[in-house]
């Protein structure tokens, strides 16, 4: 089914249109959020507070882009908000302090292959920019273009910020250590 | 993979998944969520949020109900105990939203809150009764629930219930809350069944360790020789279109056992052992193409794993030989954490067969499993400079111990300017001994500062390449590299960058469009200017947008190639947006085919097929013989198809998806023969291979096939039937490698008679590139046939050594022609390529270098060009018998020792050059061996040359005109010179930079239009030369058509005005016919380069219109013959003037080099004069033959003729 039938169908409120979209996108915005907050249980969260959003203001949906874009834009937003909430008490000034490494849970371990914890823990090293764009890149997809106008900024800066970063992953995740 | 590419990829492949719960709590909060935002419109489909389907699942349901009566009754024997604590979810579910005042919904709502209440209750005080209650009469999202739990409890109790509601499920399958319930039950179950021991099948359980069930894949590996297990093999799957990688390892049994993959499928298979020898994924084996000798076991190779299907593999290994590298500190104190790496001398690249190993914390590394050959280790720490040494393993088991003292080196300080004299900042600059190839070098390449400095730290003196990288998309692009004597005398590097820096950058973006369809894959997009600047991007499947960018301005060309077709675009400007690029997809076809034996005509029902230029085989079990391929490319397809019992055969599926083509494989074809030496007597342990060259298949030439056993006797038994003509390469130490091309007969074994002769030997001193005698170079010695700078090929005759005062020597070289290589000649400076003709048991010396000098100066309008490369070859750019090189020094001196006797080119690189095209001449020298020689000042001087366009008439069109500048040569060897600089408008003209001083050809040309010819000249000294070209206007046309007797296809004709300034090639339809138009009026020859005599001459009024009758019976009319002319010494002397002559008539050679001369002219009997300053004349009767007259040592073999001193 298309994209527009979809939301057409949503904004009349039909729950089984809510359903696709959410099967569609739950695991990919899941790892856009969990890559972000390094932290399972905030990603969760962020991923209820956008689709319960999203379904609440079905009735006044606009889409000027991409559903996926969207719904990638609104766990961004909540990102965001958190870290400046989390900024807020911890009254930091640098806006470009890196979130502190949070220990998984052991489930969390569990879940996640050795290999790709040294690379989550070495994205959540980097400063916010750099790592929503590394992650916006890779893990959602998006073309810098995409990025540029999320972080509202020029694609050579989203670009430098992406070659920096994936350069501190580097520098983070010595040669040989994910081979 | 390189380490940022890796990075890339798993951060693609990392992926988190939601679990039940939490979907099940975000949706009904988002549905009530809904139900508020779109009020009175909300509707619920049937079964709450899953969906009905097909009828098919119901039978999926059908199936897991009966499986659960299974287990059921299972359970009910085992009595089972299952009293595991509940998992809890990850987090408590959230509170429900407040419901609103809207009547009937809330009440669901609050229903629903209730019975989920009432199930957490139930769930923990583990009341089945109640759960399974709920399951039958609670809401569809209270049943999904209270199925959730009951799986977790995980009592078998609930099964009836269970199977009963998963048979009436109606929605996705993947999604029965029921089934997967069952499924958790089930798995309770076995889990606690208890393991009851049986005698007769320990081992298995031994295997299997773990499991209750199969694995999919499980096996042993041992050692090839003692069959004893290995421990801590690891071997690694990865499925063949990416994702997870699954790695288990060996236990001390030397058994492995892969329980379960996600998904059925092709897997990869690759063993890493720490002592035994496994392949680099890039080693991967290229089984022989013919032979099916089985050198050893596959150890990587595709497997088809499915879930229950278990499937056991098992290999041996052969032991290896060790590096133990100990890494230390100049005051003896061990370095950990430094990269020590081996690789291959043999591989340009540099790569070797196991990763690198980082130094322990007393400074030990070791790397094992190496097959014997020559390794490079080399070690890479950030705090001190590179190091690195040879290191010979000969035999398995060996442990070669090496001590690397690393030193501290020193900083140099830089600063690097670009072409536009703005600093390079941003980018980054390497510095790497010049006998450095490891691909792992030190981490922390050195960053350009905004003001152009930078630091290369940790530097030994010495030659260094210094490579400039810029960042691009995900990582960077090395853009230009030089060598550099390092630290420079003056103190500051000072590095001219030949390119524009990045705020000159441009980018060139828009959309890709398909016409006819949708392409399904990601494809690459590749831009090209006309100087070799080049940007890429990659789309992924269904992107369409993209962004080309560190582009410089100019005119680009941009490649796509989709389903194998080059989709190409020219004449693109950068900087520029918007630009749609149409590519018409091609559509799917199928092309059937049936393999059958030749004979009887009786299908072949187990075969495998190899498309041409794949390295994987496709295994095919069909009782008819039959398969299909399926591809979008309309080109026929070509298939290698094996069987066993059968000659390989390679096939050609036509182009027609509606005919099944049948394949008729027969019995391979055998060559039985004795190698015998000059005496007759017989040679044992001679080695037997098969053609140099790439096969059809693509695959690595020369592979070993047999030996020859007592009597000299070989036997190879599947030679395949589908050529009558076969080369054989027949080596032994004791005698000259022998190229033998035999005729097989239609059928049976072919008998064949190899006499092996000693050969010559060749001795001398190799010298470096400052005269002395070099001590421990290796000198490799390459045959003429398929002639490469490949490393791979180089030491195809032998490789010596030279000794502690320069001298090598080496025997049984065969009398023909033979390229001496030291080192490679990409990054060695001195001479590193020449040439010698073995005489057969003589010694002949070849000296490599010399101590006599030719010297000169590199100027450029009074100023030295420093740290500037120089060649001395006959003509750049082509493959030849000498090769020499030297590098400015800081006052633009430089040095060449020991140039042999001949006319060959001094060249000069310019900067921002690439390829055969940096090369600019300087001047010619005729070189005497043993004479010093002073060039003097040479003026480096990269002239530009403008040329303007001008139109006849109105009526011609202004745009899309090419123009070229090609160097003037008599033979059809010209290339292309100059980097033509950006136009904005159509009207400017052309304007080319980097010339030197020489005679070019200006080619104009426009698609449909015949090309403008005219000459231009560039003085030496000269900075600008220009040239007005004048387009004639003309409607006039010649068409006609080619009538050919033989069923060849029509040959291209090539069309030119008498006075040679117009040309055209025309290739004419499949019918014979073309037409030429947009001609002006005048004389006309019609041509083929392979016919001397003019097929046609045509005289064309203004506007006219001519039609021609070329009737051609096309036999080739020429005759050929190679030429190579050597000194007494036997070293080819370069370019002397050669020529034919036949009653008054003069021909010229269609190519002259050093290491050949070659003619075409009319078949018959000529004089040969050769002339060379110093030498006798030489005039001797020759004779031209047709392709058809030579015999196959005519063409392998060029007549030589020996120049002797006056």
């Known amino acids: 089914m298309s994209e527009r039938r979809l939301i057409r169908r949503l904004k009349q409120g039909d729950t089984e249109a809510l359903r696709e979209i959410y099967l569609a996108h739950k695991d990919g915005l899941l790892t856009l959020a969990y890559s972000l907050v390094h932290d399972m249980n905030t990603a969760e969260d962020i991923l209820h507070d956008v689709f319960v959003s999203f379904a609440g203001a079905a009735g006044e949906l606009k889409l000027h882009t991409s559903l996926r874009q969207y719904l990638t834009t609104c766990v961004l937003n909540r990102v965001r908000d958190r870290f400046r909430r989390r900024k807020t008490r911890a009254e930091r000034e640098e806006a470009n302090v890196p979130s502190e490494p949070i220990c998984t849970t052991p489930e969390d371990a569990a879940v996640l292959a050795e290999q790709t914890q040294r690379l989550t823990a070495a994205l959540a090293q980097l400063p916010v920019e750099q790592r929503e764009v590394v992650t916006l890149r890779l893990n959602a997809g998006l073309r810098f273009k995409e990025i540029a106008r999320l972080q509202e900024t020029s694609v050579p800066t989203v670009q430098a910020r992406y070659r920096y970063g994936i350069e501190k992953l580097r520098a983070l995740l010595p040669g040989g250590s994910l081979e | ?1206």
């Not at chain 2, 940022?4 to 492949?13: A, C, D, G, M, Q």
């Not at chain 2, 084996?285 to 593999?313: D, N």
């Not at chain 2, 196991?354 to 390794?375: F, N, Q, T, V, W």
């Not at chain 2, 007592?710 to 038994?717: C, E, S």
């Open chain 2, 1 to 1206: 993979m390189t380490h940022t590419h890796h990075i890339e990829v798993e951060l693609k492949r990392f992926r988190v998944t939601t679990t039940i719960t939490l979907d099940r709590r975000i949706l009904d909060e988002a549905f009530v969520a809904l139900e508020q935002a779109t009020p009175g419109r909300t509707h619920v489909a049937a079964g709450c949020w899953y969906q009905s389907g097909p009828g098919r699942l119901v039978r999926v349901a059908a199936g897991v109900a009966v499986a659960a009566a299974v287990v059921l009754v299972a359970f009910v024997l085992l009595s089972p105990s299952a009293d595991e604590p509940t998992k809890t979810g990850r987090r408590q579910p959230r509170p429900t939203p407040e419901p609103n005042a809207t009547g009937g919904v809330v009440t669901a709502e609050q229903r629903l809150a209730r019975e989920r209440s009432e199930i957490e209750t139930m769930s923990a005080a583990r009341n089945i009764g109640g759960l399974v209650t709920m399951l039958e009469t609670g809401l569809p999202a209270s049943r999904r629930l209270a199925a959730e739990s009951l799986g977790q409890i995980g009592d078998a109790r609930a099964l009836p219930a269970l199977s009963r509601l998963a048979e009436q499920w109606e929605g996705d399958p993947a999604d029965n809350p029921f089934a997967q319930a069952i499924e958790r039950i089930t798995d309770r179950i076995q889990d606690t069944e208890p393991n009851v021991p049986d005698a007769n099948e320990a081992p298995v359980s031994q295997i299997i360790p773990q499991a209750a069930t199969a694995p999919v894949l499980s096996g042993t590996i041992t050692d090839i020789d003692s069959g004893e297990p290995l421990d801590g093999v690891l071997v690694s799957l990865s499925p063949s279109g990416g994702g997870r990688v699954y790695e288990v390892a060996t236990d001390s049994k030397g058994l492995y056992a892969l329980e379960a993959v996600d998904n059925d499928g092709v897997y990869n298979l690759t063993l890493t052992a720490p002592k035994h020898i496994t392949q680099a994924e890039w080693e991967q084996p290229q089984e022989t193409f013919h032979f099916r000798r089985a050198v050893w076991e596959r150890p990587r190779e595709a497997l088809h794993l499915r879930k229950g299907k278990h499937v056991i593999k098992d290999y041996t290994l052969a032991l290896g030989a060790e590096i133990l590298a100990t890494v230390l500190n100049e005051a003896g104190q061990p370095i950990s954490g430094a990269n020590v790496y081996a690789s291959y001398v043999a591989d340009d690249t540099g790569r070797g067969p196991k990763r690198p190993i980082r130094s322990d914390a007393i400074g030990m590394a070791s790397l094992g499993g190496l097959p014997a050959d020559e390794y490079m280790v080399t070690v890479a720490h950030p705090d001190y400079a590179l190091a690195g040494r040879t290191v010979t393993l000969a035999r398995p088991g060996q442990a070669e111990p090496i001590v690397f003292v690393l030193e501290k080196g020193i900083d140099i300080i830089g600063a690097a300017t670009c072409s536009d004299g703005l600093p390079a900042a941003g980018w980054r600059i390497k510095a790497e001994p010049e006998w450095w190839r490891s691909p792992h070098s030190r981490a922390g390449d050195d960053l350009v500062a905004e003001d152009g400095t930078f630091i290369l730290t940790h530097i030994v003196p010495g030659i260094h390449r210094l490579s400039v990288y810029v960042p691009v998309e995900g990582g960077s692009r090395r853009i230009w590299s030089t060598d550099v004597s390092l630290p420079p005398e003056t103190g500051l590097l000072d590095l001219r960058i030949p390119k524009k820096s990045p705020h000159s950058h441009v980018s060139i973006s828009g959309t890709v469009t398909f016409t006819e369809g949708e392409y399904e894959e990601g494809f690459r997009i590749d831009a090209r200017n006309e100087v070799g600047w080049s940007g890429s991007t990659y789309l992924d499947a269904g992107q369409t947008e993209f962004v080309l960018t560190d582009l410089v301005s100019g005119v680009y060309t941009i490649e796509i190639v989709i389903a194998g077709e080059r989709n190409e675009f020219t004449n693109i400007q950068a900087p520029s947006e918007g630009i749609v690029l149409e590519i018409t997809i091609p559509r799917a076809l199928r092309f059937q085919a049936k393999v059958v034996d030749a004979q009887t005509h009786l299908p072949i029902t187990r075969f495998r097929h190899r498309r041409a230029g794949e390295l994987d085989w496709c295994n095919v079990d069909d009782p008819e013989g039959a398969f299909q391929i399926i591809t979008r490319s309309s080109d026929a397809v070509k298939l290698t198809i094996r069987a066993d019992g059968y000659g390989d055969r390679i096939a050609e599926l036509p182009g027609d998806p509606n005919t099944v083509t049948i394949v008729g494989l027969s019995a391979p074809l055998a060559l039985s023969g004795i190698v015998a030496d000059e005496a007759g007597h017989p040679v044992e342990g001679a080695t037997v291979s098969y053609r140099y060259g790439h096969s059809p298949d693509q695959l690595s030439e020369d592979k070993e096939i047999t030996t020859t056993h007592a009597g000299g006797r070989f036997v190879v038994a599947d030679v395949p039937p589908d050529s009558t003509y076969h080369w054989f390469v027949f080596r032994h130490p004791d005698h000259a490698r022998t190229l033998r091309c035999i005729e097989m007969a239609a059928e049976g074994v072919t008998e064949a008679q190899i006499v092996l002769r000693k050969g010559g030997a060749v001795e001398g001193i190799v010298y470096d590139w400052q005269g002395s005698p070099l001590p421990e170079a290796d000198v490799y010695f390459m045959d003429e046939k398929s002639f490469s700078y490949w490393a791979q090929n180089r030491a195809r005759l032998g490789k010596v050594t030279t000794d502690a005062f320069g001298y090598y020597r080496i025997e049984h070289l065969p009398a023909e022609l033979c390229y001496v290589f030291r080192g490679d000649p990409d990054t060695e400076l001195g001479v590193v390529l020449t040439s010698i003709l073995p005489r057969a048991g003589q010694t002949v010396r070849l000296d490599i270098g010399g101590p006599w000098k030719t010297t000169g100066r590199l100027m450029c309008k009074g100023e030295p060009v420093a740290n500037t490369k120089l060649l001395v070859m006959v003509q750049a750019g082509l493959a030849q018998g000498f090769e020499a090189y030297a590098l400015s020094d800081l006052l633009g001196q430089f040095s060449f020792y020991g140039l042999p006797t001949g006319r060959r080119a001094l060249y000069w690189a310019v900067p921002g050059g690439r390829g055969a095209k940096r090369w600019f001449a300087l001047t010619n020298v005729d070189f005497q061996r043993g004479v010093d020689v002073d060039l003097g000042d040479l003026e480096a001087v990269a002239a530009e040359a403008t040329v303007e366009l001008l139109f006849a008439d109105e009526t011609l069109p202004v745009d899309r005109w090419d123009v070229s500048l090609c160097e003037r040569y008599e033979s059809s060897l010209s290339r292309q010179v100059g980097q033509l600089r950006f136009r904005r408008e159509p009207s400017e003209p052309f304007v080319f930079d980097a010339l030197s001083a020489g005679q070019y050809d200006v080619v104009v040309s426009r698609e449909g239009y015949p090309a403008i010819r005219d000459r231009l000249e560039i003085a030496p000294g000269q900075s600008h030369a220009g040239i007005a070209v004048t387009i004639p206007s003309g409607d006039g046309r010649i068409s006609g058509q080619v009538v050919s007797r033989s069923d060849s296809e029509p040959w291209p004709l090539t069309l030119e005005s008498a006075d040679g300034r117009i040309e055209m090639s025309v290739t004419p339809g499949a019918d014979g016919a073309f037409e030429i138009g947009h001609l002006p009026a005048g004389d006309y020859r019609l041509s083929h380069s392979r016919l001397d005599s003019a097929l046609a001459r045509v005289r064309l009024a203004a506007g006219g219109h001519e039609t021609v009758r070329i009737e051609v019976n096309p036999v080739d009319e020429h005759g050929y013959l190679n030429v190579l002319i050597v000194t007494d010494e036997g070293v080819p002397l370069a370019t002397p003037d050669v020529w034919l002559e036949r009653a008054e008539r003069v021909v010229e050679p269609v190519y002259s080099n050093d290491d050949a001369t070659a003619f075409t002219a009319a078949p018959g009997t000529y004089t040969l004069c050769v002339h060379y300053p110093g030498f006798r004349s030489v005039r001797r009767n020759v004779e031209l033959k047709t392709r058809e007259a030579r015999t196959t040592q005519e063409i392998l073999e060029p007549m030589v003729i020996t120049m002797s001193r006056e």
